[in-house]
């Protein structure tokens, strides 16, 4: 995931759909953030889906602290952001996971939500190559 300014953050906030937050003990345990089509996010890979999808939930990116990894907070979050996507009337899931270099765990995670890759793209300094996917948000 990529680093994020303060700054940066609060203009994500902004511009997101959805924009969860986990606390557990006085601590961020994990977050998401999600954005519809139609936003100014600069994202090369919320483009992408912006030129192909005419309707849906971009996930961004989500953490889960290294202290609350294993206590189930990335599905709670995937649960809850596919709820809102069928609430607000959006069939489509977006997101991307690394396959150079490779991310086997988050692949094996968004399997389990019923994603499936639409596409590949190479972008970046590091010129990271990811998978593109999308999954019908019924599939939850």
């Known amino acids: ?31 998401l953030l999600a954005f519809r089509e139609g936003c100014d996010y600069d ?5 992408w889906f912006a030129s192909r999808y005419p309707k849906f939930l971009y996930i961004d990116r989500i953490a889960v602290s290294a202290a609350h990894r294993g206590q189930g907070w990335g599905r709670a979050l995937y649960e809850n952001l596919f709820a809102f996507a069928r609430e607000t009337g959006v069939g489509a899931v977006t997101c991307e996971f690394d396959v150079d270099p490779p991310n086997p765990v988050s692949e094996r995670f968004h399997r389990r939500f019923g994603f499936r890759e639409v596409g590949r793209q190479r972008y970046g300094a590091a010129n990271k190559l990811v998978a593109l996917q999308c999954a019908s948000s019924t599939q939850v």
């Open 1 to 31: 995931m990529s680093p994020l300014s303060p700054a940066r953050l609060a203009q994500l906030h902004q511009w997101s759909a959805c924009h969860r937050l986990v606390e557990t003990g006085g601590e961020v345990a994990a977050f």
């Open 43 to 47: 994202s090369p890979n919320y483009r």
